[in-house]
């Protein structure tokens, strides 16, 4: 019997010598840690405070969740020992993410980030981080527009015009394939009562009213008309646009600031340089070759591919009747439906009906709040206008405004409505930010 106590003493000794051990060993005793969360380079490495943190162990898959404080950490305290994966997760409504990036969106945004397979004791590191990323958010936007043109004897009058896009996502995005149009609709600013029945209220065209047009679609509501469509070459990879980074469509790629010699041999220079740009470093220039001597070729610049042309040029309207336009689509031009205005159906001028659907962005510009004329736009693509103020020839351009900046990444102002996106530049800067 005294043997067998001797024993059990033993054992109990072992057990608490075990225990003991178990104590002092940093591999069993529970341990704090934290989680610091940044945004991705795209967004500036910006701390990320409020975003969820969670800990989840792999052996029995209990998860702890933190919120990361105001300067972006989830402190962690007492977890037991063992493998974890860490994930961080933040989403975002469409008007929240619009206060914190500047992007319109349509839908929710979400930022993920993980680390799998942290082993976590007291000898192992007690720092980690997590840097948030999204999906792309934000695309393709019309960042300027210069259709006012220049001085008719000084500058270079309408030749010098441009459009500018503008990459404002967070990733590469690819021009090969865009389309650029201007759109087609009544410039007229008075409407006779009653209003004739192929006008709609606001005394644009009803072009469910045109023949052809199908049965049980919206026409005025869900398509747009085009009276020009251009399109940028390239085989898909081509013509990359850099996040933050934009592309300069030009009427004609010249050094307008420079003399030149038009197709007719005549040498051709501006009284004042200062009145207009230099387009020679364009992206992308549409030459006709035909009509105009000006329309000259760059051949260090793409041209684009003119799919239905208008007039002996790309000419933007120099009073502001226009509204533009940059879309996708997989559909081949030669499939698309196009229609007469309904007030003049035997016509042999047809325009080309685009789905709402595939456009990228819409501005709307008009000669001035006294002259507008009827939106060839929707709301829900720009429910205002932009215009210069100087009118016609005045060198003035309109540009979207900055709405936040991520480390030298210009996000643009995108909220559809032109009227509060744009401002007034007083000499047109291609590139100009």
């Not at 702890?64 to 994966?85: C, H, M, R, S």
């Not at 990459?167 to 087609?184: K, R």
């Not at 210009?410 to 032109?418: A, G, P, Q, V």
Request: proline share 6%.
């Amino acid at each position: 019997m005294l043997k067998l106590r001797h024993y059990l003493f033993l054992l109990l000794l072992a057990a608490m010598a075990t225990a003991c051990s178990d104590d002092n060993d940093p591999t069993v005793q529970p341990v704090d840690f934290a989680v610091t969360v940044k945004y991705s380079d795209a967004y500036g490495n910006a701390t990320a405070p409020n975003v969820t943190v969670k800990a989840t162990n792999v052996d029995n898959q209990l998860s702890t969740e933190v919120k990361t404080n105001q300067i972006g950490v989830a402190n962690f305290v007492g977890l037991p020992v063992g493998v974890y994966d860490l994930t961080a997760t933040i989403t975002y409504t469409p008007e929240q993410f619009q206060e914190f990036a500047g992007n319109t969106v349509g839908s929710e945004v979400v930022f993920n980030s993980s680390l799998t397979k942290q082993l976590i004791n007291s000898a192992s590191q007690k720092q980690f981080e997590l840097e948030l990323a999204s999906a792309r958010v934000g695309d393709l936007v019309i960042k300027q527009i210069y259709y006012a043109g220049s001085h008719r004897t000084d500058g270079a009058v309408f030749r010098d015009q441009f459009i500018e896009i503008h990459n404002n996502s967070d990733e590469v995005i690819y021009a090969d394939g865009l389309y650029f149009a201007q759109l087609y609709g009544s410039t007229s600013t008075s409407i006779s009562n009653p209003i004739p029945s192929y006008l709609q209220e606001n005394g644009q065209y009803d072009w469910s009213k045109s023949p052809g047009m199908p049965q049980g679609i919206n026409a005025n509501r869900d398509y747009v008309y085009t009276k020009t469509v251009y399109q940028i070459p390239g085989s898909g990879s081509q013509y990359p646009i850099e996040p933050g980074a934009s592309i300069v469509i030009a009427q004609n790629a010249l050094n307008h600031k420079a003399p030149y010699q038009d197709q007719e041999g005549n040498v051709v220079a501006p009284r004042d340089p200062g009145l207009t740009v230099d387009l020679s470093g364009a992206d992308f220039e549409a030459f006709y070759n035909k009509g105009f001597d000006s329309d000259l070729d760059n051949p260090a610049v793409p041209d684009l591919i003119v799919h239905q042309p208008m007039g002996n040029d790309m000419i933007l309207d120099v009073i502001g009747r226009d509204a533009y336009a940059i879309f996708r689509t997989e559909d081949p031009v030669s499939s698309w439906p196009s229609f007469p205005t309904p007030d003049k159906p035997t016509s042999a001028n047809v325009y080309f009906q685009v789905p709402v659907a595939d456009l990228i962005d819409g501005v709307e510009t008009q000669a001035s709040p006294q002259q507008l004329r009827p939106k060839k736009l929707s709301n829900a693509v720009d429910a205002g206008y932009t215009y210069v103020p100087l009118g016609i020839y005045s060198s003035q351009s309109v540009m979207r405004e900055v709405a936040r900046t991520f480390n030298g990444r210009y996000i643009l102002k995108d909220t559809n409505n032109s009227t509060n996106d744009f401002k007034v530049m007083e000499r047109a800067s291609p590139r100009g930010y």
